[in-house]
């Protein structure tokens, strides 16, 4: 890992974490992705089931997942894999504990003219999940996705997963599925998966919204059909700060570090710290555990690339560089890490003290982990109930209420060359 003492190699470094990704095919990745979504928007189910054998398998198992098969798998791990259930039992209810305490309902407000005034917030009405397979099937993601669309309201939930090479369906996110009471599952993934739920199939009903990690081209389908159907976010690698101080644990650190960088190669984890020593230790630690880890090439790779022990002069300056990167994760080891939960605003999760790795965070506490990246905590929230609903506002006035306000209205309408949104008022004005 790079080791940064000076502001140039500083903004040189943040520069390089908004550009990651960029030069890996990014337009030949959006022409390949626009001309599958022509290709399900015209011809629908064929399109994706002849994608889906040209990228994932010949011929799945199931187009759409039988519920007895969602059924027989639940119960299968029940019998065999109970442990297993029983930690995802603990994960669901702590996530369904944490977003029930977002959900909001709407508001009136009632004046003594009898004007009335109020918003209603009702949750959408069918929402798409993406659940990537493959190498790397995220059935936490099954939770994180689902519960607080359950917990908003939505009516219909569909998800799409794409198969493994053998045709079936990753048992794994089944069982999350299950869990969670969803029942309508298609097999199926990648671009294809998306345009498909947005459009509309003959097989595959169009959402309202899709939510859910992918690949870059689930990530370039997600954004051109933004504006067809609404979305979560644009979500790139995935990164890691760390605010340390001289009482942190190097071997903490380097793990926690590392748990980021095997992800991908673009990947982020960065150090921040004031202590010489601390950064010594760290780089020592790092060494020695990333020996140890089955995805060392991608790790090292992305520590080579896009990692980075920055040295500061002071608590107070690594808050200022947190908060200018944005960081996705943000862990704060140090003596007093209650304090910085006033100091640090742009960040997607924040993790507090050293028994609070960001694992905890992907499965188990409570708070989402579909969460924004690539400097976006500046200005997005993480996947949360308010997402999955929709806010209508309401107004009535009486007559004598839109005459007292009629001058002021028309003026305005007439500031602006509308004459006849000032006339739509002062044809109502005189009529007591």
């Given at each position: ?9 500083l ?5 390089s974490l ?10 030949a990745?959006e ?10 928007k015209?011809?629908?189910?064929e399109a994706v ?5 040209r990228f ?20 299968t791990?029940?019998e ?8 995802l ?5 702590n ?10 309902t ?23 999940i993406?659940i ?41 996110i ?5 869990l ?13 998966a ?9 097989e ?10 992918g690949?870059?081209y689930v ?55 004031d ?13 020695k ?25 002071s608590?107070d ?7 200018e990167?944005?960081p ?8 007093n890490?209650l ?10 999760s ?22 924004p ?18 806010k ?16 002021d ?24």
């Amino acid at each position: 890992m790079k080791i940064i003492q000076n502001k140039k190699e500083l903004q040189a470094f943040i520069k390089s974490l908004g550009t990651r990704g960029e030069n890996a095919g990014e337009l030949a990745v959006e022409r390949t992705v626009r001309s599958i979504i022509n290709d399900v928007k015209t011809k629908g189910d064929e399109a994706v089931r002849s994608y889906t054998a040209r990228f994932d398998c010949e011929k799945p198992a199931y187009y759409r997942i039988p519920e007895v098969e969602l059924i027989r798998t639940y119960r299968t791990y029940k019998e065999n894999e109970q442990e297993f259930v029983d930690a995802l039992k603990r994960c669901h209810d702590n996530i369904t504990a944490f977003h029930s305490a977002q959900k909001r309902t709407g508001y009136t407000m009632t004046e003594e003219n009898g004007v009335i005034t109020g918003q209603r917030i009702r949750p959408l009405d069918t929402v798409g999940i993406y659940i990537p397979g493959g190498t790397a099937p995220l059935f936490s993601s099954v939770l994180m996705c689902a519960i607080p669309a359950k917990i908003a309201g939505v009516k219909r939930i569909v998800m799409t997963t794409p198969p493994s090479k053998d045709g079936t369906a990753n048992p794994d996110i089944l069982a999350a599925a299950k869990l969670c009471g969803i029942s309508e599952i298609y097999l199926c993934g990648g671009a294809q998966a998306i345009a498909a739920m947005a459009f509309g199939t003959d097989e595959i009903p169009k959402v309202d919204k899709i939510v859910g990690p992918g690949n870059v081209y689930v990530t370039a389908a997600k954004k051109l059909l933004f504006g067809i159907i609404d979305i979560d976010m644009i979500a790139g690698p995935s990164e890691i700060l760390l605010i340390a101080d001289k009482s942190a644990n190097p071997a903490f650190i380097a793990a926690d570090l590392l748990s980021q960088a095997e992800h991908d190669k673009v990947a982020s984890s960065v150090l921040i710290t004031d202590s010489k020593e601390i950064v010594e230790k760290t780089v020592l630690e790092l060494e020695k555990q990333l020996d140890d880890l089955y995805r060392r090439d991608i790790a090292k790779s992305s520590l080579d690339n896009y990692g980075a022990i920055i040295l500061v002069q002071s608590m107070d300056e690594a808050v200022k560089i947190a908060e200018e990167i944005a960081p996705e994760h943000l862990e704060v080891l140090t003596e007093n890490p209650l304090e910085y939960i006033g100091k640090l605003n742009n960040v997607g999760s924040l993790f507090l003290g050293a028994y609070s790795p960001e694992p905890l965070g992907d499965y188990y506490a409570g708070p989402n982990h579909v969460l924004p990246t690539n400097g976006t905590a500046r200005f997005f929230s993480p996947l949360n109930v308010d997402m999955y609903t929709k806010k209508t506002s309401y107004i009535y006035y009486p007559q004598k209420a839109l005459n007292k306000a009629a001058e002021d209205i028309m003026l305005l309408a007439e500031r602006e060359d509308l004459g006849a949104h000032a006339n739509a008022v002062r044809i109502r004005r005189n009529k007591e």
